[in-house]
T-cell receptor, first 115, second 114 residues
Framework: GAGVSQSPRYKVAKRGQDVALRCDPI?????LFWYQQALGQGPEFLTY????????KSGLPSDRFFAERPEGSVSTLKIQRTQQEDSAVYLC?????????????FGPGTRLTVL | KQEVTQIPAALSVPEGENLVLNCSFT??????LQWFRQDPGKGLTSLLL?????REQTSGRLNASLDKSSGRSTLYIAASQPGDSATYLC?????????????FGTGTRLTIIP
């Protein structure tokens, strides 16, 4: 009965480094979402996958952010040339489908600190 | 652009009291509204989901109402307990996409005083 898992839980990067954040959704869940949560704020949508297709990436803040889900299961969010403003908790969520009443199940998040 | 506001930002009440958390949104064209709970260092846990056609949902001591036309929702917690201490977030999904792309409020940090 595993939920959504994310790794690493904490990441410290020097400004300019590249980072990769991993999300393992609940087995069988079709939809996968990434959110960014700054300190004291609510999560903000970044991007969304249905299986391996990235259907919406309108929330990605810049072209330094890239997400993939090549086999329709595990997803990776990559941030290139990290900046201090990228410091936040990155949350991953999955849902079974887009059917009415399906909720999103969230992972514990990865806290990224850029020095 | 949809904006979600939660008031108050923080709330402290003695154990056993009933309380109400408020959420308002600017665009009434929503598919559903959800209330989540977030504990420090942990992800979000969905508490209640209200479809746009519904008025309220109940789960145990929790009751959430939705007035879509006025852009408001409330979360009522009865007989509060110290374990209810957490940050509560409301989120809406747009009507043209279904259950995706949630827009969150900034949350209410609730502290129940034993």
């Amino acid at each position: 009965g595993a939920g959504v898992s994310q790794s690493p839980r904490y990441k410290v990067a020097k400004r300019g480094q590249d980072v990769a954040l991993r999300c393992d959704p609940i087995s069988g869940h079709v939809s996968l979402f990434w959110y960014q949560q700054a300190l004291g704020q609510g999560p903000e949508f970044l991007t969304y996958f249905q299986n391996e297709a990235q259907l919406d990436k309108s929330g990605l803040p810049s072209d330094r952010f890239f997400a993939e889900r090549p086999e329709g299961s595990v997803s990776t969010l990559k941030i290139q040339r990290t900046q201090q403003e990228d410091s936040a908790v990155y949350l991953c969520a999955s849902s079974y489908s887009l059917a009415v009443g399906n909720t999103q199940y969230f992972g514990p998040g990865t806290r990224l600190t850029v020095l | 652009k949809q904006e979600v506001t939660q008031i108050p930002a923080a709330l402290s009440v003695p154990e056993g009291e009933n309380l109400v958390l408020n959420c308002s949104f600017t665009d009434s064209a929503i598919y559903n509204l959800q209330w989540f709970r977030q504990d420090p260092g942990k992800g979000l846990t969905s508490l209640l989901l209200i479809q746009s056609s519904q008025r309220e949902q109940t789960s145990g001591r929790l009751n959430a109402s939705l007035d879509k036309s006025s852009g408001r929702s409330t979360l009522y917690i009865a007989a509060s307990q110290p374990g209810d201490s957490a940050t509560y977030l409301c989120a809406v999904s747009p009507s043209n996409f279904g259950n995706e792309k949630l827009t969150f409020g900034t949350g209410t940090r609730l502290t129940i005083i034993p």
